[in-house]
């Protein structure tokens, strides 16, 4: 497959028809939204009806084509509907859609395929249909696993809407508010390092790592039964705003973990598939956790996720009756199979790597250009820009965040930040021009605002 597939297409984006979100758009989501509820803050603040998506472009029932910075929301990470995958999908659509978790011919290539992608001997696999399934089998088999049923999880991370998922999370405000009386019995939280806002640092200010860990070993000491199964964590926040922890973290944490027989249970279904530069995000610092989740762009849009654990821990597999009746069905498989040949084939970790240097560059010079941009921050194509009111006191400036969100939308970006850290998961195939062209309309609409709040 050409690796240019997508940039015909591309030509002339963004190009606006009308005013966006359109007069259909707006007649259109106004019908849905009568009986459909619960929709996100992104979907309210800008109602956009979208009809078509190839590569990196997105094209709604006006007529306008956007620049996709979202990737759906970091799920079409390889462009949508690439020919590939689409023609895998359509295959075993007319084939076989589903033959419980009988083995099927797809099947068994998807499973070689993933075993010779991942470290270590991560190669016990069961697949699903969403991530926050994959999150709760992967707590399942930590039980059954490690005997003991205790979760230590950390501030702002998201792990999805089912409860143990939830129970993972910040349980009273936002996506993952639950009406409960609390977190599920056993459930824990603790900080995790923020760069920019540190809780813990040394003297030369710094972040102190050991201060974090320390923390933890006193915390599983004082405040737990002594049964604790795992850390579950993102090897880095993503929808917590594109946090990376610093490069003795994890390391250190699994030091503790080992020390005290805890799983490290890595969901890395945000953050993996190559959106880091790596299959998985946690390789950056060679650490091997015991249980991985996949998601979002394993299916590159077909909703299928997977769980991992080490092969010596595959019986635990077996003791949870781990399948379901979606997961590693033949369509699903082939997409998944096809999205991990096509970061193969397209040298797609490759192209993260290079065009995510050239991105953060930029993002560091808009960064010391604008008074209202206190940080940027991620690596690849997992990138946030951090708006503050003020640059000393850090002020999280949340009204700019959702007006600079609204204002790059409606210039032609297909994006999905919300309050004010503005974070962006373009297709990984983009190339420099492209990346480039996103970060012009979204600092266009940065100045803008700091006009708009008096800043010059
Ligand atoms: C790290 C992480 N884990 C799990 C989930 C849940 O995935 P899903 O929405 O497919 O259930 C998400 C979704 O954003 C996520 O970011």
């Not at 956009?48 to 094209?59: H, M, Q």
């Not at 995958?85 to 009988?102: P, Q």
């Not at 309309?441 to 006009?451: A, D, P, R």
Request: charged letters at 25%; hydrophobic letters at 40%.
């Amino acid at each position: 497959m050409n690796k240019d597939w997508w940039k015909k297409n591309a030509e002339g984006i963004p190009s606006l028809l009308t005013e966006a979100p359109g007069p259909k758009s707006l007649e259109m989501h106004a019908n849905t939204a009568k009986y459909m509820k619960g929709l996100s803050s992104q979907v309210k603040l800008f109602p956009v009806c979208f009809e078509e998506g190839f590569g990196i472009t997105l094209t709604d029932v006006d007529g306008n084509r956007y620049l996709d910075f979202s990737s759906g929301i970091y799920v079409t990470s390889l462009g949508h509907c690439h020919p590939k995958i689409s023609e895998a999908v359509s295959y075993w659509a007319k084939k076989l859609m589903n033959a419980h978790d009988f083995t099927t011919p797809i099947k068994e290539k998807l499973m070689e395929k993933m075993a010779s992608i991942l470290p270590g001997k991560l190669n016990a696999i069961q697949l699903y249909s969403d991530g926050t399934t994959a999150v709760e089998a992967g707590i399942r088999a930590a039980r059954a696993i490690s005997d003991k049923h205790e979760f230590i999880s950390a501030y702002r991370d998201f792990h999805g809407k089912t409860m143990a998922s939830v129970s993972c999370a910040q349980m009273y405000r936002g996506s993952t508010y639950s009406y409960g009386p609390t977190r599920s019995a056993g459930f824990y939280m603790v900080p995790r390092p923020d760069p920019y806002r540190p809780l813990w640092t040394k003297n030369d200010g710094t972040i102190d790592t050991d201060a974090y860990i320390n923390f933890y070993e006193n915390f599983i000491k004082e405040g737990t039964v002594g049964n604790v199964a795992a850390f579950v964590l993102e090897p880095v926040q993503g929808w917590g705003g594109s946090i990376f922890p610093p490069g003795d973290y994890f390391p250190k944490l699994k030091m503790l973990c080992d020390k005290y027989k805890i799983l490290l249970l890595d969901d890395e279904v945000l953050a993996g598939m190559g959106r880091t530069g790596e299959w998985l995000a946690l390789s950056h610092w060679d650490v091997i956790p015991d249980i991985v989740t996949f998601g979002k762009s394993f299916g590159n849009g077909f909703p299928v996720t997977a769980m991992i654990v080490s092969e010596e821990n595959g019986e635990a597999l077996e003791k949870i009756s781990a399948s379901s009746s979606y997961g590693g069905n033949p369509m699903a498989c082939a997409a998944a199979l096809a999205s991990i040949e096509v970061i193969e084939e397209e040298d797609i970790l490759q192209n993260v790597r290079t065009v995510g240097d050239s991105i953060m560059k930029r993002m560091k010079k808009m960064q010391d250009e604008h008074p209202i941009i206190g940080d940027v921050k991620g690596k690849g194509f997992l990138l946030g820009i951090e708006l503050v009111k003020d640059k000393k006191t850090k002020e999280p400036f949340d009204e700019a965040g959702n007006l600079v969100y609204q204002k790059a939308f409606s210039k032609g970006l297909a994006w999905i930040p919300a309050g004010h850290i503005l974070r962006m998961s373009p297709p990984l195939i983009m190339d420099e021009k492209y990346a480039m062209m996103g970060l012009d309309l979204i600092e266009e609409s940065i100045s803008e605002v700091e006009k708009e709040f008096g800043y010059y």
